[in-house]
């Protein structure tokens, strides 16, 4: 990268923790530090159980921390409400899960049309134009207007990466995104969600158990037991 200085990181995060209350409290992550850049392509892994989801949903602040701070492109989410935190994830933060979670009552372009809708900033015509783009660059011409159970699962998946990137977001968390797709499909949504990072110089952060999926990420983060460990690496 040329000129300008270190490129400041799209989320970092500091001795970041999660405790759930209870008589006897359970910490799901403890004590987390990372930084996370314009442009990487990162895969978050670990035993079953070790935190790993906890953390992406703290980094995609659809958690809270119990203590630590939490900034995005430069701003500090300490203290942001629950409707600033809102507005933050839709301009910001796009989220693909194991479970689509499509509405199974609308189109694939109305499920794509929705996070613009919801965020205010486009017209009606606007959102269905970019939710037919988005569609069409993820090999989904034709299956427009059907519904989430007219799909197979991995139509379904390229319709949650293109929800997720209908606003533009500088960064796409991904939860399992392949976990419950074939092979074939698995490699299919490996490669867009590196090509995002390649092409769209967006930030991909994904929790896999997947070695092939994660084989082809820029960096691997290891969580055990709630703490990272940059050290870990799966059973071969």
Not at 70 to 79: K, L, V, Y
Not at 122 to 140: P, Y
Not at 199 to 217: G, M, P, R, Y
């Amino acid at each position: 990268m040329s000129g300008g200085g270190p490129v400041a990181p799209v989320i970092r995060i500091e001795h970041v923790t999660r405790t759930l209350p209870g008589e006897v409290p359970v910490t799901l992550v403890e004590d987390a530090s990372l930084e996370i850049r314009r442009g990487e392509f990162v895969c978050i892994m670990g035993p079953s159980g070790s935190g790993k989801s906890s953390l992406l949903y703290l980094l995609g602040l659809l958690d809270k921390p119990t203590r630590g701070r939490i900034w995005i492109d430069g701003e500090d989410t300490s203290d942001f409400d629950d409707d600033r935190l809102t507005d933050l994830r839709l301009a910001k933060l796009g989220y693909v899960f194991q479970f689509h979670f499509l509405l199974a009552e609308f189109s694939a372009l109305d499920n794509v049309a929705l996070p613009m809708r919801k965020l205010g900033r486009v017209t009606d015509d606007a959102a269905r134009e970019r939710a037919l783009q988005l569609l069409d660059q993820l090999g989904l011409q034709g299956q427009h207007h059907k519904r989430p159970s007219q799909l197979s699962g991995g139509q379904r998946q390229r319709v949650a990466i293109a929800r997720a990137l209908a606003n533009d977001p500088l960064v796409i968390l991904a939860d399992e995104p392949t976990g419950n797709l074939d092979s074939a499909s698995s490699a299919n949504v490996r490669d867009i969600l590196r090509g995002l990072t390649h092409e769209l110089n967006k930030t991909v952060v994904a929790v896999t158990h997947d070695s092939h999926f994660a084989a082809v990420a820029d960096r691997r983060i290891g969580i055990v037991d709630g703490r990272i460990d940059m050290a870990w690496r799966p059973a071969a």
